[in-house]
Each structure stands twice: as C-alpha cells, then as structure tokens.
RNA sequence: GCGCCCAUCGUCUAGCGGUCUAGGACGUCGCCCUUUCACGGCGAAAACAGGGGUUCGAGUCCCCUUGGGCGCGCCA
C-alpha cells in the first residue's frame, strides 16, 4: 500500500569514513532492511577540489568491510551536474529563481551588518526584484532561489519531532554558482528526488539544511521526504568527533583490531535502543530497528566498552572462524604481516588448538596476537623481565627434574600433565602454583599466559621440553 | 550575534503521569572461582542540571535559567 522505503547514504569524498559517517550509513542500511526497501549509496563530490579517489576507494572499503551493503549502482554526483543545472534554468524560467549579481565584497558586507544588527537573514535579496537590465556588464551571475518572505517552514522529523523556522530568517541561498556549477543544496535535492528517496536520514548537522531544502521541493511542487536527523557522534571529551579534532576512520578500527561485527553493535546502540538489549546480531538488528526509537541527544564515544563488546563478540565466535578472521585482517594489525609470513599449515594448526585458551583473554585481534607469542616464538624464547624473576635456581632445579618426568607422560594429555606436575609438587611439598608459574615463565617466558597444560597439549612434548631445558639446570650444577 | 536542537549514574541508555525507595550495560571497587591472567558468578558505590508552573500525583507535560551541540559559504 506505502510506496517501499528508499534510503540512501550520501558521503563527501573529502576525508575517510568516519565513525560517525558508518553510524549514519548503518542506520540507513538498517532502516532500509527493516522496511523492505533499499539503500543507495550517493558519492557527493561535487566539490572538485577536495574530493580525492582515494577518499571514494576509502569510503567503500570502509562501507564493506562493516558489511554495510547498497542496492544498485554507487551515483556519483558530479556526473549530474547537467540535470542539476536544468532544474535551475526551470526554477528560472518560472520565476521561483532569480539571477543575483552581488560581488563577493557585497555579500561580506550584507553580512557583517546583518550581524551587527542582529539579524539572521544574511543575504538582503537586493537581486531579488532588480530589472535584469541594471545587471552590470562583465559579471557573471548566480543563481539564487526565490525564498518564501514570511510564514514559516516546518518539518516533521522523524526524530526531532516539529521543528520550525521562520521564513524572515532565511535567506535565498544560491542554487548554481557563477561558474555554473550546482551548489550542495541544490543537488541534494534533486538527487533525493531523481533517487525517489524516500527516508533522509543523516547527521543533525544537516537540520538546518532541511529548512531550505524544503523551500527548494516546494519551488518545484515535488513531495518532501521524510526526514530523520540522527544526534551526532561526540569524542570523549564532549567536542565534535571530526577529523579536524582527530576523529578516526573504520579503517583504523580494523587496524586497531576490532570485529565488524563488534563495531556495528556497539554503533547501533548510540543513539538507539531497543529496551535493555546490548548485544544485537545483525538479523535481530534489522527486526528490531525503527528510525522512533532514535534518542535526540548526542552520544560519546566509549572505547572502553567498545572493547568489551569486542571482548564479547571474540569469545562467541568459533574457534576456526576467529582465526580466520584473524588471518584476514593480518595485513592491517601492527606486526601483523610478520605473523602472515611465518603462518604454514603446521602453525595455524597450532593456534587453532591454543585458541580458546587464548579468545577469553583477550579483548581484540592485537590481544590475540600477543597472546599467542608463545606459540609463534622459537627456542630460545625471550623471557620478560618478571617471568625471569620467577626462574629461580630452586625453580631452574625443578624444571630440569619436571623435564625429565615429562619425557615419559603418556599419553600427551592435559589429564596426564596434570596428575604429573601435581604429583612432583607435592613430593617437592609445594603449592601447584609454585610449580605452574615457573613452568609458564619457562614455557611463555611471560607470567600469564592460559592455563598451563593447555599451553604443554599446544606446544607438545618435544618443544615444551626444549624450552623447559633452556630454563632448567640440574642440581648438581647449581 | 542570529537561528535551530539537546539535557537520567563517569559513559551508553531504560523510563513514553502513579508499578521509580529510578532498571540494564560498560567502567570503577569488593568477594567467590583459581596454576597466572582472563572468563564466569555474586555484591557495592554511582544519575533524574536548577527554578517556576500544570496536576490529586512529574524523571515523565509547559515555561524560564544554566549548560552543551549544530548551523549561519558561489563547502558538503
């Protein structure tokens, strides 16, 4: 019966994609879902001095390495710069658009006094109804849309609720620039229209924009979409996460370790909730999702419980499938390519079996990574300072004892490993752990690692040994 | 300066006039589990910005103040 949801997502290439930018196409991609529709994906780069390939390139390998992904072709723009202009010259012939000559010092000076008078209007409209005739030669004109005067524009935003403007305080913005080329607001609005979109939802950056957009669908007698500004996204200090102020793209979230997966639920639940349930997959996200349960106040940041989340997301998944995914993102973790180039069938096999032992301790991919230093290191491994302070000559004595014990274990089994060692402690009449910790230094060369006879059952007899060895010395030596 | 938006624990949020002595999650702090570290379990501290209304009754509605944010380009 409704005409289907058309969402769209409409990035500048000027920059990355941020993390605010991935929240604004998530919900879309989300809305869009939910509803049935479709999303698109519009790249505005109509600005050709700052829009850069490299931006466009990061934009989508941002996009898809979240799992967000558009219906259709990407629609680039700049590329309807012409249609854009004929929508001007149609606003022109009907009178709803004027050509404005105002120099550019003009303009700075309309300016300055509206603000010193304390008025919001900044362009006083002396084009508005000047002959054409008095156009003063050589100057290449704008074009300027023809702005109601009075009265008011409103929209019912689909999460701000009715928001109003006066008439009198805005102004009759530019549609085409002197070079002829369309401006933003204009081509926004064609676009959205050309598209069919019919859900806006973007920054709360753009609320102001959606006032004199407004003005431009009504010039033209088309249907205004709906609006949803969604709250933006501030740093944990409370300012504007931009790039200006640091902010970061996807892309170093990926290198910093994080699961997509991770980052889409941590993302879904800014500024939107769906009663007490934090953790989403994407199929109850999608269900879940409505543009009204939005929040109207901007949210912070948290890298604290981002990693929670990521901590969480890392424990759930499998086992293979988590070192896959670690496999693929190698190429983006610090000394992650090191870890790609020593990677053969004999060693994954091996991070597979130290893989529980070792996703509960961590909370990223980089956690995971140097969790499994004692599998990827050989003999001799380096030992850190307080794995050292824990090798001891009583516990250099005891390795090498422990050591010969293990020659003979069978089978190689946790159960067997363990019977072992305890019964060596108890002999020697210690505790476990005065025997665990020296053999996980020993082992690791680091104080914590997972539990001990796991990292024995990994590394097998014939490594752990060696490595015990490396450690130990027999009594009669010391 | 002008316009618009926002306001519950440190953070993300639940709350849609009475069930709120305000719930959950992250973080913090205890305790338990324990071979280390995690994980897990249990528990604690922690918030309705302030002031006026409306109402029998306000975290929930209205106004003001304060505080924060966004916008004000021939950028997007």
Redesign the pocket.
């Known amino acids: 019966m409704s005409e289907p949801v058309v969402t769209r997502f409409?990035?500048?290439p000027?920059g990355f994609l941020h993390i605010g930018g991935a929240r604004t196409a998530l919900f879309n991609w989300l809305y869009a879902r939910a509803k049935g529709g479709t999303m698109l994906l519009r790249i505005?780069?109509?600005?050709r001095?700052?829009?850069t390939q490299a931006a466009i390139d990061a934009i989508l390998d941002g996009l898809s390495w979240l799992g967000i992904e558009w219906d259709g072709e990407t629609i680039y723009?700049f590329a309807r710069a012409e249609r854009h202009r004929e929508v001007a010259e149609e606003l022109l012939a009907a009178g709803r658009a004027y050509r404005?000559?105002?120099?550019?010092e003009e303009?700075a000076e309309m300016?300055e006094s509206?603000?010193?008078?304390?008025?919001?209007?900044?362009?006083d409209g002396r084009w508005r109804d000047r002959d054409p005739a008095e156009a003063p030669a050589g100057?290449?004109?704008?074009i300027r849309l023809k702005a109601p005067l009075d009265g008011e524009t409103a929209i019912e935003?689909l999460v701000?609720?009715?928001?109003?403007?006066?008439n009198r305080?805005?102004?009759d913005?530019?549609l085409l620039?002197?070079?002829g080329?369309?401006?933003?607001?204009l081509?926004?609005v064609v676009d959205d229209h050309d598209m069919r979109v019919t859900h806006v939802i973007r920054?709360?950056?753009?609320?102001?924009?959606a006032?004199r957009q407004t003005h431009i669908y009504d010039a033209m007698g088309w249907s205004v979409p709906a609006f949803a500004?969604i709250?933006?996204i501030?740093g944990?200090d409370?300012?504007?996460l931009?790039k200006r102020h640091g902010a970061l793209g996807v892309d170093a979230y990926r290198a910093m370790g994080y699961l997509p997966a991770a980052l889409r639920n941590y993302l879904v639940?800014?500024?939107?909730?769906?009663?007490?349930q934090?953790i989403f997959s994407t199929e109850e996200m999608i269900a879940a999702f409505d543009v009204s349960?939005i929040?109207?106040?901007?949210?912070?940041?948290?890298f604290?419980?981002?990693?929670?989340?990521n901590?969480?997301y890392m424990?759930n998944t499998a086992d293979a499938e988590l070192l896959a995914a670690l496999e693929g993102a190698l190429p983006y973790l610090p000394d992650g390519p090191d870890v790609a180039a020593k990677l053969d069938a004999p060693l994954r096999a091996k991070l597979l079996a130290a893989m529980p032992?070792l996703k509960?301790?961590?909370?990223t991919l980089i956690d995971l990574i140097t969790g499994a230093a004692f599998v990827l290191a050989e003999r001799p491994i380096p030992i850190d300072d307080k794995a050292r302070a824990l090798l001891t000559p009583e516990a250099q004595t005891l390795l090498a004892k422990l050591a010969d014990a293990f020659e003979a274990v069978e089978p190689w089994s946790?159960e067997a490993l363990?019977q072992t060692v305890r019964a060596h402690a108890e002999d020697a009449g210690l505790?476990?752990?005065q025997?665990?910790?020296p053999?996980?230094a020993a082992l690791t060369g680091?104080?914590?690692?997972?539990?001990?006879?796991?990292v024995l059952v990994v590394l097998g007899r014939t490594e752990s040994v060696g490595r015990m060895r490396d450690q130990g010395r027999v009594a009669a030596v010391a």
């Open positions: 409409a990035p500048s000027t505005e780069d109509t600005d001095e700052r829009s723009q404005c000559y105002a120099s550019p303009l300016r509206a603000r010193r008078e304390g008025r919001a209007k900044l362009y100057i290449k004109p704008v935003d701000q609720g009715r928001v109003t403007w006066q305080d805005l102004d913005l530019v620039r002197s070079d080329t369309p401006t933003y607001m081509a926004v920054g709360d950056d753009h609320l102001t924009n006032a500004h709250p933006l501030h944990p409370g300012a504007k931009s639940r800014l500024g939107w909730s769906h009663g007490d934090e349960r929040g109207r106040s901007a949210a912070r940041f948290d604290a419980k981002l990693e929670s989340l901590g969480h424990r032992g509960d301790r961590a909370k946790v363990e505790k476990l752990g025997v665990a910790q053999l996980r680091k104080t914590t690692s997972p539990g001990i006879f796991d």
